[in-house]
């Protein structure tokens, strides 16, 4: 049983370390292909805050509907066995699934180890060591013009 909880403990830390090292690769992925939009990495990390959050919300709620609805009375001393099969269910099961999913959603992600090695000499290329290419033009040379660009490369997503 040890070994068990040893080895979820292990996914769920490895699913946490890749969608943390995914959002700077996606920023940068984002600036090389769209060199007009600058200063977007607010906009990133204010979504992937939010999400994270809204994702947090969603399950306690869907967990407190799945106790309200299996009969769970808070103050019982003994719960019938629809509140105890909830409870495994949500302890283990649920979660485990959910991980194994996004880890394949995070398999798919088009981002690869060859195309961080090309991201990152091109970011060389143009001037820049790591990190997005943000900082490579003064926000006060963005124009109304290169504003509307970018506009319209994130209305495409």
């Known amino acids: 049983m040890h070994n ?3 080895f979820v403990f ?3 830390v490895a699913g946490c370390s890749m969608a943390v090292s995914m959002l700077p690769d996606t920023v940068d992925d984002f600036m090389l292909r769209n060199p007009s939009c ?5 906009l990133f990390y204010s979504f992937y805050v939010f999400f ?4 947090g919300g969603l399950a306690v709620g869907v967990s407190t509907l799945s106790l309200h609805f299996a009969g769970y009375h808070a103050g019982d001393c003994t719960y019938n066995h629809s509140v105890i099969l909830a409870l495994q269910l949500l302890m283990a099961p649920i979660p485990i699934s959910l991980l194994l999913i996004a880890i394949i959603i995070f398999l798919l992600h088009p981002i690869d180890e060859e195309r961080r090695k090309q991201m990152r000499m091109e970011m060389e ?5 790591s990190g997005s290419l943000s900082c490579l033009l003064p926000a006060w040379k963005v124009t109304a013009e290169v504003s509307n660009e970018c506009q319209e490369e994130l209305s495409r997503f």
Request: charged residues 15%; aromatic residues 10%.
């Open 10 to 12: 292990l996914v769920i």
């Open 4 to 6: 068990f909880l040893a």
């Open 52 to 55: 994270n959050k809204f994702a």
């Open 125 to 129: 290329a143009a001037g820049e060591g």
């Open 38 to 42: 600058l200063n977007l990495e607010a």
